[in-house]
């Protein structure tokens, strides 16, 4: 089967309410919407820390940007109103396992109640033709038996964060079966995550550690080096998204699956310790990575995705291996460094991944 791809005829001129744009993610999303010529209206806080994507490139992004918080119904609403958005895609999330620790009232409260405050004010809108709710590859119950994860398996969390986009699923769920259903309004979730690329400098990150190790000249420290993640690159599941999207808002998007998995093929996974190694040699760094001496909060060891029902539903699935993900964002990174205009960089990167294989 031929991967679906992303259709710039469908999102050209298109109405999209992108929350969460200022993110790592969501400045991806924003800039391959903008490329094809959709009209977006992003929803986010304002970027955190001394670097972002969304700084770097927000002067040629042609798109409408609140900087509101999703807890702050009022606010959300009349965005909301005013765009009059066509399709939606809500990434805006509290999305740090560490922090959902030190903050798991401002985790739940972001996570959970502002995904149920754009759903009431999505209920108002006539012309919606499809929303996308993104969750994570951690809202399953985790017994670490080393098993990918299925759609059909059992939601759970044992972290605040974890638990958080679980709590979204089920609120989500709901909403969209209580009010969404008689209107024919598809309303779906999607899950993926340790994505990885150029442009991420959020705290407690392997890349992002990595690379400001490598300014620093030092080596990169980690908590758990044997710990397996589904690592794919961020284009990847943003791809996922808009195929999905696409999907949903098609005549048939009712019968599709409201919950799918956007992972590597395969289930491929590899170690924390082999992409720390991976990484740090294209940056240069010659000394090996380091192991946190300090107690930690718990992590769980073992983490998969099964991606199959995507491409059985949508005739997705993912095109880089993990090594073409780790070129990719070393790329962006080293990029980053050196010239004056990643946003033109940043758009090679996604020409890169829409070309065909």
Request: aromatic letters at 10%.
């Amino acid at each position: 089967m031929t991967s679906a791809t992303v259709n710039s005829e469908f999102w050209n001129g298109r109405r999209v309410l992108l929350t969460g744009h200022t993110g790592f993610k969501g400045a991806w999303a924003a800039a391959w919407l903008v490329k094809m010529g959709a009209k977006v209206t992003g929803v986010s806080l304002p970027p955190e820390g001394d670097f972002s994507l969304y700084n770097s490139i927000q002067d040629q992004l042609p798109l409408t940007s609140h900087f509101i918080d999703i807890r702050d119904a009022e606010a959300l609403t009349t965005v909301v109103r005013e765009s009059n958005p066509e399709i939606v895609l809500h990434m805006a999330a509290q999305a740090l396992v560490r922090r959902s620790y030190r903050e798991p009232t401002y985790t739940y409260e972001t996570n959970v109640m502002g995904t149920v405050n754009l759903l009431e004010a999505l209920r108002e809108l006539e012309d919606l033709k499809a929303a996308l709710i993104i969750t994570s590859d951690k809202v399953y119950q985790n017994i670490e038996d080393g098993r990918a994860f299925k759609e059909t398996d059992p939601l759970g969390g044992d972290d605040p964060y974890s638990s958080s986009k679980a709590a979204c699923e089920i609120a989500t769920a709901s909403l969209a079966k209580s009010y969404f259903l008689e209107k024919g309004v598809p309303v779906a979730t999607g899950r993926a995550g340790n994505v990885i690329g150029g442009g991420d400098f959020s705290e407690d990150r392997l890349i992002p550690d990595i690379w400001r190790a490598a300014k620093a000249g030092q080596s990169v420290t980690l908590r758990y080096p044997g710990a397996t993640r589904p690592w794919q690159h961020v284009l990847e599941s943003v791809s996922g998204y808009l195929v999905f999207l696409q999907a949903l808002a098609g005549d048939s998007g009712n019968a599709l699956p409201k919950a799918l998995n956007f992972g590597p093929q395969g289930g491929e996974v590899v170690t924390v310790g082999e992409i720390a190694r991976e990484v740090q040699k294209a940056f240069g760094i010659e000394q090996d990575w380091a192991l946190v001496n300090e107690e930690q909060p718990p992590e769980k060891s073992h983490l998969a995705l099964d991606a199959s029902l995507a491409k059985k539903a949508l005739g997705w699935q993912s095109k880089w291996t993990s090594t073409e993900t780790l070129t990719k964002t070393v790329e962006w990174y080293k990029a980053f460094g050196q010239t004056t205009d990643i946003y033109t960089f940043t758009l090679s990167q996604i020409d890169e991944y829409e070309a065909p294989l």
